[in-house]
């Protein structure tokens, strides 16, 4: 072959050749190597391949005598792979040595896709393996491709066996080839396996467009368990939704200072008091009769404190039993005593933490409870019944009262420490009849809340009801007008309200009685109060209850007044 053909041949090869003498000459050097190395062929021949191709394997593979194959070298970027081999001549003795290279940069990125993709077959078949649902995935023919022990076990076939069959052949009455001509996934199926009701899910597997296969999942074994956990999810949606509306009502501010109706110079400079009070820490207690809105003036005074975003938290001193009270107020930990809740539970003070607490009826807590909440006000801490480990609480306290502190403190039933910690700032909310310019302002904003309850469009009072409600004293305040105008509504037909749609009481004691005798004026309130507590307990039937209701005070304030006045 003359070189002429030779040259032709070797620059026709898509690899580099490069081939040097003893002397490290370059003597082979064909068109590939120029792209590669970036040396014209007539340059680059008869120079040493250090500086052709500086580091070359070639020298060292001519001096050793031992052949380099699967070489990797990169140029330029791109990755190649070397074949070196030593040139022997007739006596053995090598006279230099040549190389091929190829690139195989983009075999590389194929090899490195497919070892990702083999690593995450593996990790595919570990999850499915590892997974307590049955797995089971077939091709577009309805062959089997793959399937794990868990459904396998189910269907009681070996896995390996399962490989290749029909899905018919694996599980009777599928429904599998039917989503593989529709496409259409199949979501929460009841079928029945080996005697067994299961919940499963079939799904299409679609790639550019077209349906490859389809694979099927056992989601409950048992169509029991999917029952049961139903149920439970039912019983956990219910407990959430008791706990949203316990957590509503916890946090829940219903009142603000412009519900305080003030037309009075008397509630517009309480209603000062309250902005001023309001921004400070300090314990408010809130004297008055029953009946005046002191549970009103609590809420604003959180509202319009530094805390309103924070918990308002209601306590009802008279209304716990005794018994129950401590474990109300500062909780308990599991096992504190017969019937205590698992885990404990929180207390009124720490779920009023960050917030304000309202201990309504402060005059009614027992004796006993009274040091408790002195450690509290003093150490701002407190304890879970049955636990030893004290609480930090950042609380602030309102107390209210409608009893005479001072005189429960002469007779041993109020502490006088505790009387001096809440008595930091005092706010005696007046009774109505100290101020009934506010009785307009009351009314008109009665008028519109029941309107909306009832569905009325009442208007207006007759002009013989407005001079009732101005004389009279109103010994149950706010809360008794409140529930004459709601007593009104039920009975009203047209726009106005007239005397015969208040309770009989009301209108029977403005008319003159014969007590305006020089009698002084306590007594004189006394025998009304005496004679309204009696006719509400008639009209009730004795249903004192109602009788409360009747009158606008508590169930507690009127076993006080009737213990007072001896009716049995």
């Known amino acids: 072959m003359s070189k002429i053909a030779e040259n032709i041949i070797l620059n026709s090869i898509h690899n580099q050749v490069l081939g040097i003498d003893r002397e490290g000459r370059v003597i082979v050097y064909n068109k590939s190597c120029e792209r590669v190395f970036g040396w014209p062929m007539e340059e680059a021949l008869g120079r040493h391949i250090s500086e052709v191709v500086p580091k070359s394997g070639l020298i060292k593979c001519m001096e050793t005598g031992k052949p380099h194959i699967g070489r990797k070298f990169y140029s330029n970027g791109a990755l190649f792979v070397a074949n070196r081999t030593p040139i022997i001549d007739q006596n053995g003795e090598i006279v230099g040595a040549i190389g091929v290279a190829q690139e195989i940069t983009e075999l590389q990125t194929i090899a490195d896709e497919l070892e990702s993709v083999k690593e995450l077959k593996g990790i595919l078949e570990t999850i499915l393996e590892a997974g307590y649902e049955g797995f089971i995935v077939i091709n577009e023919k309805g062959q089997v491709i793959m399937i794990n022990n868990a459904f396998a076990e189910l269907v009681g076939i070996n896995p390996n066996e399962a490989i290749g069959l029909h899905i018919s052949q694996v599980v009777e009455n599928t429904k599998m080839d039917t989503v593989l001509e529709t496409g259409t996934p199949q979501i929460g199926e009841v079928i029945k396996l080996k005697g067994r009701e299961m919940v499963v899910t079939r799904h299409p597997i679609i790639r550019d467009g077209k349906i490859i296969g389809a694979v099927g999942k056992v989601i409950f074994k048992d169509v029991n368990q999917l029952i049961a956990l139903a149920d439970k999810v039912q019983s956990l949606r219910r407990e959430l939704d008791f706990y949203k509306e316990e957590l509503k009502r916890y946090r829940s501010i219903r009142y603000s200072l412009d519900d305080i109706c003030a037309q009075s110079p008397k509630m517009h400079q309480l209603k000062e008091t309250i902005r001023r ?292």
């Open 277 to 568: 009070v309001a921004r400070g820490p300090s314990t408010v207690l809130i004297r008055g009769e029953s009946g005046t809105g002191k549970e009103l003036i609590a809420h604003a005074i959180h509202q319009e404190s530094p805390r309103r975003s924070g918990p308002f938290i209601k306590v009802n001193c008279a209304a716990v039993p005794e018994t129950l009270l401590e474990s109300e107020l500062f909780g308990y930990v599991d096992g504190a005593f017969t019937g205590a809740r698992k885990g404990g539970q929180a207390g009124k003070f720490e779920l009023a933490n960050g917030g304000t607490i309202f201990l309504d009826e402060i005059g009614d807590m027992p004796f006993a409870m009274q040091a408790k909440l002195l450690r509290v006000l003093q150490e701002k801490e407190i304890e879970r019944l049955g636990d030893s480990r004290p609480r930090k609480v950042d609380i602030r306290i309102i107390a209210a009262t409608n009893r005479n502190l001072e005189e429960l403190i002469e007779q041993g039933q109020f502490r006088q420490d505790l009387y001096y910690r809440l008595n930091v700032v005092t706010l005696n909310v007046p009774p109505l009849r100290e101020r009934k310019e506010d009785i307009r302002l009351l009314v008109e904003r009665f008028i519109e809340k029941y309107n909306k309850q009832f569905g009325l469009k009442v208007t207006r009072l007759s002009p013989q009801v407005w001079d009732l409600f101005l004389t009279y004293h109103w010994p149950g305040n706010v809360r008794e007008l409140e529930n004459v105008m709601e007593r009104a509504f039920n009975v009203v037909e047209g726009q106005q309200i007239e005397l015969n749609h208040l309770p009989p009481y009301l209108h029977q004691g403005s008319e003159k009685s014969g007590l305006v005798d020089g009698t002084p004026l306590p007594e004189l309130l006394a025998k009304i109060e005496e004679k309204a507590i009696r006719e509400a307990l008639e009209m009730s039937g004795g249903n004192r209850a109602q009788a409360a209701k009747l009158l606008g005070i508590t169930r507690a304030w009127l076993y006080n007044r009737l213990k007072y006045y001896g009716i049995e």
